[in-house]
């Protein structure tokens, strides 16, 4: 089955403890993508990457990293997590090619930084 | 990328037809209009999307109007299933998606 997957689903954690959110896609995907979601915010973009080892900023990258070493995956990291961190976070993919390509997201994963 | 004004909220009966209004009135000829919808929490899921010419697919019908500054996502036969936040997006490559606050549709029994 097509499917873009996070790990973990859900976690509390603590200020300054670093953490990688995994996200991996089985559809051969070059895009991948990161977001936020806050409420009254919307979702709003973290990075982005067009392919292996090109990665971008996208409008909230602050306190974020991100990298692409397989096209399968694309891991979020915390270096140092802070409350203002605590949100819903999605990660999608799409192919990119003529036109354009609707965007597979994940599940969410639900970050609490106490 | 062309900013969309959809309102906040709509009702709706089981069983009968969704209509979904969306206006873009910038943009431009190369934007595409995308739909997304998001149940609860979960992420969202791609609807449909269009250029110019009505577009319909297995979960809805897009209508676009000739100067495509507006368009109309139906849901022949809404189910309760169909309870969600409803984005419309205007976009030229779909890469960046740029969501606003939706219209959070709600279907009544």
């Known amino acids: 089955e097509a499917q873009v997957t996070q790990n973990p689903r859900y976690l509390i954690t603590v200020t300054g403890k670093k953490l990688t959110v995994t996200c991996s896609q089985n559809?051969?995907?070059?895009?991948m993508s990161w977001y936020r979601q806050d409420p009254g915010l919307g979702l709003r973009q973290i990075y982005y990457?067009?392919?292996?080892?090109?990665?971008d900023k996208g409008d909230v990258p602050e306190g974020y990293k991100v990298s692409r070493k397989e096209k399968r995956n694309f891991p979020l990291i915390l270096e140092s997590p802070s409350p203002n961190q605590t949100s819903l976070y999605f990660c999608?993919?799409?192919?990119?090619?003529?036109?354009?390509?609707?965007?597979?997201f994940g599940d969410g994963t639900r970050l609490s930084i106490l | 990328d062309a900013k969309t004004t959809q309102p906040p909220s709509m009702d709706c009966a089981e069983g009968r037809a969704a209509n979904l209004p969306c206006n873009h009135s910038?943009?431009?000829?190369?934007?595409?209009v995308y739909w997304y919808r998001q149940i609860h929490s979960q992420g969202p899921q791609y609807i449909i999307h269009?250029?110019?010419n009505n577009e319909t697919n297995e979960m809805a019908s897009l209508i676009i109007t000739e100067d495509r500054k507006s368009s109309t996502l139906i849901l022949p036969h809404a189910t309760l299933r169909d309870t969600a936040v409803y984005y419309c997006?205007?976009?030229?490559?779909?890469?960046?998606?740029?969501f606003g606050q939706g219209t959070r549709l709600t279907i009544n029994p």
């Open positions: 999608a993919s799409s192919l990119v090619g003529q036109g354009t390509q609707p965007q597979h």
């Open positions: 559809m051969n995907h070059e895009y």
């Open positions: 990457s067009m392919n292996v080892e090109v990665t």
């Open positions: 910038t943009i431009s000829g190369n934007e595409y």
């Open positions: 269009g250029l110019k």
């Open positions: 997006i205007v976009v030229q490559g779909a890469q960046k998606l740029v």
